[in-house]
């Protein structure tokens, strides 16, 4: 059927809640398309002959073929199309950082704005949700077993691909409830949990079998897995322990890594009127970095209530790593943004309470190897920044308790494990790894895209064998 | 879910589960921790491993009500399940090589004192223990230290049982009758490890502490339980729970085992005022 296409060169608009009111709550910011808009939208697909967007996902989604069912109002065969690429459409759909992968190839970006993949992926996603009630069903087994350490995006999709081919997986994780960092890191208001929850359950009808509280390189090793009848394991155990800055005062009262902070309001419900996880009550936090995670962590500690939230990053605005989506929205919230700052020393009471953050001004001097300005401290600009928490969101480093268990599985000086080319094959034969084990801490759709990726090497070398 | 297969009050505050969970018990070493949550609502906490029965496929605990989430466990019982219990976190207390050893536990601390005892024993290594209470009320596992050490020292604050006295008396006791410790191992509160480090440190014998800050996750994501040993920051639920004594920063560990006193006492309340509703 041809479609008539939508010339507006501007993207429809996402309704999203108003920022006075939902800084005091922990519902969804972005309230999604509706049926119109979504048809609308997809109608300003041009459905070009290079599809660069699809190129430009890193599972691969066909792009164009999904929106054009959008267009004609088969929202079901849209999702069957992402489906057959994606593992958790409903996630990328919200958390991608589609700006810099599909949507950025979009020609229609050329003289306007990109054509709303993101959006439309979330509508076909939450359209599927809310309309199909089959559940999906597990295919005939293959006989072969694998294992996946880690239930996060990366664990999830090479476990649901695996399992769409036939074999029988199981994947162990740490923590008492599956998800990762969709369920400890990203908070409510950008990803709620229920969401999360029913993609685990497909995957759970597909016969998938998750294991939680099974902390790996403890409980059992890879060897162990390997000795349970498994062909092959795939690590996606995440990125691991958080980075302090090595400064006075960081063992204080009122100090956080952002994966605390998230996770005692996210994973612990500590929001919740009620909850049995304790959290600081705030009235003016620092939270220092400027990528997605801290993002998350300022505008969480808004909702629970702090005055003032400042965002602490040594680089300017145009620097910040987070999606500017991000930013915009932090800003709408009332987050203050302090950039061209470093923390030099917290300063603490005498009963061990942060009462201060002592900063010093910065300014950008010649690029370094990133590529990016580097910062440099101006003298004598010393001030206190006024806040009685702060949280660190400065990044990771790997976590120690798989590869000092697992014999044979080579890591780099980071600690991060080495894999082989896009495959995810580590120095251990069978083992596969993938997301932020290797990587270092990225996004939750490259995590995805390794997962993937994997999942079809596991599949080749498991076949190769018999 | 994990089930309770003995339940058993230990004194007026402090008792005893032993759990199925036959894969930890498979692994677990002296000085590793769990971390359970009573509840699907609960807190997660951790508790340091106070014995295992690998053929039985159980693990036990020692508890002492100090909060909301220990108040929630007790109100569980025999024959019912915990709602998680992960483990075994952590690394095992480090046994190699030692002769002859000083074994100082604390009130519940004794609990996780005991199975180094146990297993130092049972290497061959001579062990002398010196356990303190509040009162004699509160002495547990007596017999248990009996059986495991040639020297046993029990303390009481009040006189009540044993010797009146702290344990930092006794160990100097102990140290000044000419005994030669390849190490002590201290574990209980706070501020108790911290005077026989200063009390070994005069000395200059090897002491290891086991640390039990607040934590959430137990495998290094949260940094909740980070502690300054040395002068470097680790974290107590991959690089410990064990460190050594002199090195350790305790009045900042102390401070920061504070951070939730307000919302513990609150709960502490919130849950006696149920009960006391039930009783009515």
Known sequence: ?466 | MYKIVRKESLNPTVSLMEIEAPLIAKKAEPGQFIIFRAKEDSERVPLTIADFDREKGTVTIIYQIVGGATMELDTLKEGESLQDFVGPLGQPSETDGLKKVAVVGGGVGCAIAYPIAKKLSRLGCEVHSVVGFRNKDLVILEDEFKAASTELRIMTDDGSYGTKGLVTNALEELINEGNQYDEVIAIGPLVMMKFVCLLTKKYNIKTVVSMNPIMIDGTGMCGGCRLTVGGETKFACVDGPDFDGHLVDFDEAMHRGTMYKDFEAHAREASCNLLNQEEK
Not at chain 1, 128 to 155: D, F, L, Q, Y
Not at chain 1, 229 to 248: D, K, Q, T
Not at chain 1, 397 to 403: A, T
Request: with cysteine.
């Open chain 1, 1 to 466: 059927m041809a479609i008539k296409r939508n010339m507006d060169p501007k993207k429809s608009p996402m309704p999203v809640q108003d920022p006075e009111v939902r800084r005091n709550n922990f519902d969804e910011v972005a309230l999604g398309y509706s049926y119109e808009t979504a048809v609308n939208e997809a109608k300003r697909c041009l459905n070009c002959k290079h599809k660069p967007c699809r190129s430009a996902c890193p599972v691969q989604i066909d792009i164009p073929a999904f929106i054009e069912k959008v267009a004609n109002e088969d929202m079901e065969g849209a999702y069957e199309i992402i489906s057959q690429s994606s593992s958790l459409p409903a996630v990328c759909g919200r958390v991608c950082p589609q700006e810099n992968q599909c949507e950025g190839k979009c020609v229609r970006g050329i003289k306007g704005e990109s054509v709303g993949i993101g959006r439309l992926e979330r509508f076909v996603a939450d359209w599927h949700r809310e309309h199909c009630t089959e559940k999906p069903t597990a295919p005939e087994s293959n006989g072969h077993k694998v294992a996946i350490i880690g239930a996060g995006p990366s664990g999830l999709t090479a476990a649901g691909d695996l399992a769409k081919l036939g074999y029988k997986v199981t994947i162990y994780e740490a923590l008492h409830l599956a998800g990762g960092v969709l369920v400890y890191g990203i908070p409510e208001f950008r990803l709620p949990k229920a969401i999360v929850q029913k993609e685990i359950e497909n995957l759970k009808a597909i016969g998938v079998d998750i294991e939680t509280n099974m902390v790996i390189g403890k409980v059992l090793t890879v060897d162990e897995l390997f000795e349970m009848g498994n062909e092959a394991v795939y690590i996606g155990s995440g990125a691991g322990l958080p980075r302090f800055m090595n400064i006075p005062g960081e063992s204080l009262k009122g100090v956080y890594s952002a994966n605390e902070y998230l996770t005692r309001i996210n994973l612990m419900k500590a929001y919740k009127e009620g909850s049995k996880t304790p959290i600081k009550k705030s009235k003016n936090v620092a939270v220092v970095g400027g990528g997605n995670v801290a993002m998350d962590a300022a505008r969480s500690a808004k909702r629970m209530g702090a005055e003032n939230v400042y965002i602490v990053y040594r680089r300017g605005m145009e620097e910040l790593p987070a999606r500017k989506e991000e930013v915009e929205h932090a800003e709408e919230e009332g987050i203050i943004f302090k950039t061209l700052t470093n923390p030099i020393e917290v300063l603490g009471d005498e009963n061990g309470e942060v009462k201060g953050m002592k900063c010093i001004e910065m300014e950008l001097g010649e690029p370094d190897e990133s590529g990016r300005r580097r910062p440099i401290a101006k003298e004598n600009s010393e001030f206190v920044l006024d806040v009685d928490t702060m949280i660190m969101s400065i990044g990771t480093s790997p976590n120690p308790l798989i590869r000092s268990t697992t014999p044979g599985l080579e890591t780099n000086r980071h600690g991060c494990i080495v894999t082989d080319g896009d495959n995810g094959l580590t120095s251990r034969e069978g083992v596969y790894a993938g997301g932020d084990a290797v990587t270092g801490a990225a996004t939750v759709i490259l995590a995805m895209g390794a997962g993937k990726a994997a999942a079809k090497a596991i599949d080749e070398y498991i076949k190769s064998k018999n």
